[in-house]
């Protein structure tokens, strides 16, 4: 899936978005000082960094599969309890923690109901959790904008924005309903981000981060010129800098 890669690989793919993305979903979520925060599939640690600004880092840990993850979100935020697990099987008591949350994980989950139940384990009566993924469908730009490439170029293409489950308002809150929770809110975050130019937004796709990532590594030299090419022409064959919008929906809900 590529989610094993270097902190700067990520960051020049994922991170720009995930860094702002970071701070609207956390106005989102809420959070108190003095409070206890866990972040599930924190990868290179953008939410744990975050959270740990504003509980204090002793306060905030954080879980990831990735050994390369786990050691650039504990080297980021000094301080914090960043463990490797997955969300399936987080290594904690029952209700360790005020405020859960997870920022696009969710849709990549083998079962994301399996993680939300172990996410529920370990929160008190009476916390929050929380979680956001992209709009896959249209908000993300940067991310339709290749895949849209890719299906111009090769039609059998492994589309993620088109496979992805919960990434809706409604997918959510059902899934949040549907595990018990209360006082179930959803809500739409935006970001942008600008790109000094074109090799700016393709560069980071040939890191091997991602779907993305990891479909443009499978490609031979001349489909991958062809998808450079297609990417370049949707995007109106830019020149110099310009700014691509996304599009996140949030849930939230309150621990019975």
């Not at 924005?161 to 809150?173: D, I, K, P, Q, Y």
């Amino acid at each position: 899936m590529g989610f094993d890669t270097t902190r700067t690989a990520y960051d020049r793919y994922m991170g720009r978005y995930s860094d702002r993305l970071a701070v609207s979903f956390l106005s989102f979520t809420g959070g108190e000082p003095g409070q206890r925060a866990l972040d599930v599939g924190c990868g290179p640690g953008a939410l744990t960094q975050a959270l740990a600004t504003g509980l204090g880092a002793t306060h905030v840990a954080a879980v990831d599969p990735s050994t390369r993850y786990v050691a650039a979100c504990a080297a980021r935020v000094p301080g914090a309890d960043v463990r490797r697990a997955v969300a399936a099987d987080l290594p904690w008591a029952g209700g360790r923690f005020d405020l859960v949350v997870s920022q696009l994980v969710l849709t990549f989950l083998p079962d994301p109901a399996v993680g939300l139940a172990e996410m529920l384990r370990v929160t008190r009566p009476g916390g929050t959790i929380a979680a956001c993924t992209w709009d896959y469908a249209g908000g993300m730009t940067m991310l339709r904008t290749f895949w849209d490439a890719a299906l111009d170029v090769d039609p059998g293409a492994p589309d993620e924005t088109r496979s992805m489950r919960f990434t809706t308002e409604g997918e959510l809150a059902g899934l949040w309903e549907g595990a018990g929770l209360a006082d179930v809110r959803t809500r739409e975050l935006a970001v942008s981000v600008t790109y000094s130019g074109f090799d700016d937004y393709w560069t980071p796709f040939t890191l091997g981060v991602g779907p993305g990532g990891a479909y443009a590594a499978s490609l031979d030299t001349g489909r991958l010129t062809r998808l450079r090419g297609a990417c370049f022409h949707r995007l109106g064959s830019p020149t110099g800098s310009f700014t691509l919008d996304a599009r996140a929906v949030a849930v939230r809900g309150v621990s019975p």
